[in-house]
């Protein structure tokens, strides 16, 4: 019998099915990565696995027993244990007290702690290397540390199941091995394992087994060198198949205008804690181009558009026409001209299509506001049928065009967008495709996208930057890229 | 039992304390040992709110709920029943754990400001029912209690005191127990803290129960300590607006921060009396001055760890 039998899962957010009718099983010892690009549904699985969030049908068995309904603690009894990407460890406790904490029993009148817990905590902190900074506060720590308690914690209570939220994100390249071997050797080898993590190269080498979701649904499950051959993960990962040349047509983006260069980026460091997200990325813009950041996620790509918005703090300099915005707010960055479509949208959810829009152009006079509107509409007209309906309302596309429409009535010179391609059928890709074409062709607006669907970004671009783990590792023109870095991309 | 460099600060600085508390009445005017005696019922109030809020990481802004039907049940008991003051005493202090067990406790199954708001609607309609009924409970005037916990000022005196010794004896105990780790992890991150497999709810509820336990007891005794009971001693919002202000300058999440914080409230409170209706408004100045510049408060200063 299975260890962990899933059968027939969904979960629904609103309208969307994050997760739809998932199968799997996992034995005892097997160390399984669920991968998938964003908005796959892997992070939810997981959540549905912990009990974080509770299916709407389906059933999960752990051990025999049907445990979907059951909260986290329950689960934890029964021999599961969590890891989580974002921790927050006790501050004012040492390292020590922090796996105490893990070794306690879960009882209301327990006022003295059980003799042999020094001795248990020591060693849990031993397997993952932690022997040395037992006696430290984990704010004093490096992030490397912190993630390794967070495992002790949870291998000391000796579970039969290990789930694992991103293990290796925000981790350099040398920490994620690091981590990685402490993992292995540090569990018990009946132990089963199943992670999510977006550094797919990291799952890749840790994992005996790959499970690829795309839009909710399983699409692959195996050995982990089948998983990246088949045909379908390549798809979904890149776009359309890197074998079928269809990428090789670039032509249809026009070359950039002028040579007068509209944002001279450098930025040495930005991190989030003590997470280092980006080391030395830079990126010139000239005005008329139309560029493209790629990478899988996690590789920083978000990270390095609220570095152009100001949205987050960095080392180094951003410069729009020459003049340095270091210390300019958001506020200040966009008035120069730089339009900003997130990638979560932040849509004014409860107001009507039209308010959004005028949101946008609140800067514009009457005049100008009507004729900025006529444009929108003219370029996405489902949003004409449906100014006066609330933005929740929208379908997952109709609100990706509204937040495109909204940034273009800031009559920006420069338009961002953060993965516009995120969870969207292919009909409305195709429409934001060719809406984004015709604003770069015939207005010759300037546009930087950041992108991990690679043939939607190949498609569109001049010039292409591929950031991998927080650095440039590839720049240059579109049909460069195809030949040089080709399908070497995923793995 | 290894002591860490803070716990054992914290041992010598209660020993301080409470040296200075025992002796301090030999020294000083009745008047003033009085006054003291409130501002030791007082940070009891404070130290069960500083449970909550420090440790639990629940923000109780009714704390007076607590208190008052503590305080409004053995004063009942006293007036109507006639039943004697030790009877009033406890009798009160369990219908304040019960009504707070009924009445609030199940919000803290709920996330988000739910237990915030209930407990500051529960003091509202509390202040409400004391009004309607008023020919029981005697309104906005009080009532006037024929039952005294003694006649002398110094029994008085060390009475209020050895509620402060027990009540913080068994903060402190609950606080560094295994309890106290789990109590902190629940509030620090509660997806964590059950997934290391504990049932977060089951901790918070006892630690609401404490909390219940000592403002009912030390409310019920302060009444007959008074003489009366009315709502702007117990209930009204200003009291909840002086508990959390004296919890926070006096340090929260150290249980003895919030006696130090309570008689400083009270202390210059009575001290700058002669500015009439700006004495509040001084002392509130006073505590964001200590805030800006100590956000840890007194205690902090006194128990700085590194």
């Not at chain 1, 399984?32 to 992070?43: C, H, T």
């Not at chain 2, 716990?7 to 600085?13: G, I, K, M, Y």
């Not at chain 2, 005794?221 to 009366?228: A, E, Q």
Request: with cysteine; glycine share 10%.
């Amino acid at each position: 019998m299975a260890l962990l039998e899933v059968s027939g899962l969904n979960k629904r957010f609103g309208g969307i099915r994050a997760v739809k009718d998932v199968d799997l099983s996992v034995q005892e010892g097997q160390i399984v990565g669920l991968i998938g690009p964003n908005g796959s549904g892997k992070s939810t699985l997981l959540k549905l696995l912990t009990g974080v969030h509770k299916p709407n049908s389906g059933s999960i068995r752990f051990d025999g027993r049907e445990i979907h309904n059951w909260p986290i603690n329950k689960r934890i009894k029964q021999g599961m244990a969590i890891v989580f990407q974002h921790s927050r460890p006790l501050h004012r406790q040492t390292v020590l007290d922090n796996i105490k904490l893990a070794l306690l029993p879960d009882r209301v009148f327990n006022i003295h702690y059980p003799g042999d817990i020094e001795a248990k905590a020591l060693q849990a902190a031993r397997l993952l290397g932690l022997e040395d900074v037992v006696d430290a506060y984990p704010g004093s720590l490096p992030f490397g540390y912190i993630r390794r308690m967070e495992v002790a914690k949870a291998l000391a209570l000796s579970p039969r199941l290990l789930l694992m939220d991103e293990p290796f994100a925000g981790l350099t390249p040398s920490e994620v091995g690091e981590l990685a071997e402490l993992i292995l050797s540090a569990r018990h080898e009946k132990q089963a394992i199943v992670l999510v993590d977006h550094n797919v190269k990291a799952v890749y080498s840790f994992v005996n087994r790959i499970i690829a979701l795309y839009v909710g649904a399983k699409i692959a499950d195996g050995e982990p060198r089948e998983v990246m051959a088949n045909a379908e993960v390549r798809r979904v990962f890149l776009g359309k198949s890197m074998d079928e040349g269809q990428i090789l047509q670039p032509s249809m983006a026009s070359e950039p205008g002028g040579d007068n260069l509209l944002l001279d980026l450098d930025i040495e460091s930005l991190k989030y804690g003590k997470a280092e997200i980006l080391r030395n990325v830079s990126i010139r813009i000239r005005e008329g181009e139309f560029a493209s950041i790629v990478g899988l996620n996690g590789a920083g790509k978000s990270s390095l558009m609220k570095a152009v918005t100001g949205l987050v703090n960095y080392t180094g300099d951003v410069k729009w026409r020459g003049m340095s915005t270091k210390r300019m707010t958001t506020a200040q960055i966009i008035r120069l001209g730089i339009a900003f479509a997130p990638e979560t949208r932040e849509l004014f959810h409860h107001m009507s299509v039209k308010e959004n829009l005028e949101m946008g152009g609140e800067r514009l006079n009457r005049h100008e506001l009507e004729a900025r509107l006529e444009d929108v509409y003219a370029l996405f007209p489902i949003l004409r049928e449906r100014v006066a309906q609330p933005a929740y309302t929208l379908s997952g596309g109709e609100q990706q065009m509204l937040t495109i429409g909204r940034a273009l009535m800031q009559a920006p010179s420069l338009l961002i967008l953060d993965e516009p391609t995120l969870g969207l059928a292919p009909v409305v890709l195709e429409a934001i495709s060719e809406a984004l074409l015709k604003l770069h062709q015939s207005r010759g607006l300037t546009i930087l996208l950041a992108e991990q669907n690679l043939h939607f970004a190949l498609k569109l671009s001049n010039s292409i930057y591929l950031l991998d783990h927080g650095s440039i590792s590839w720049h240059g023109a579109v049909a460069d890229f195809v030949q040089e870095v080709g399908d070497k991309f995923l793995v | 039992m290894r002591f860490s460099p803070s716990s054992r600060n914290l041992l010598t600085f209660c020993t301080l304390l409470l040296i200075t508390l025992v002796c301090l009445p030999w020294f000083l005017s009745l008047y003033i040992a009085g006054m003291l005696t409130i501002a030791l019922y007082f940070s009891v109030f404070t130290m069960s709110w500083d449970l909550l809020f420090g440790y639990s990481g629940e923000v109780n802004f009714g704390p007076t709920f607590l208190i008052g039907i503590g305080a409004y049940a053995a004063a009942l008991l006293n007036v109507n029943a006639g039943l004697p003051v030790f009877a009033c005493v406890l009798l009160g202090t369990l219908t304040a754990v019960l009504a707070g067990l009924l009445l609030v406790a199940p919000a803290l199954r709920l996330r988000g400001p739910y237990f915030c708001l209930i407990t500051l609607v529960s003091v509202l309609v509390l202040q409400e029912f004391i009004t309607i009924f008023a020919q029981y409970t005697g309104g906005e005037i009080g009532m006037t209690l024929p039952g005294v916990l003694s006649a002398s000022g110094m029994v008085n005196y060390y009475l209020a005191l050895a509620l402060v010794c027990v009540s913080a004896g068994v903060f402190l105990g609950i606080t560094s127990s295994p309890v106290g780790l789990i109590l902190q992890a629940g509030a620090q991150d509660p997806v964590a803290a059950e997934s290391l497999g504990f049932n977060i709810v089951k901790y918070k509820v006892l630690a609401f129960s404490l909390s219940a336990f000592f403002s009912g007891l030390s409310g019920a005794m302060l009444v007959f300590y008074m003489g009366t009971a009315s709502v702007s001693i117990v209930v009204s919002v200003s009291v909840i607006l002086q508990i959390i202000i004296a919890a926070i300058i006096g340090g929260r999440r150290t249980i003895v921060g919030p006696i130090l914080g309570s008689l400083f409230i009270i202390i210059t409170g009575q001290w700058l009396q002669y500015l009439g209706q700006l004495d509040y408004a001084a002392v509130a100045i006073l505590a964001l001055i200590i805030l800006l510049f100590f956000p840890d408060g007194i205690a902090g200063i006194i128990l700085r760890r590194h």
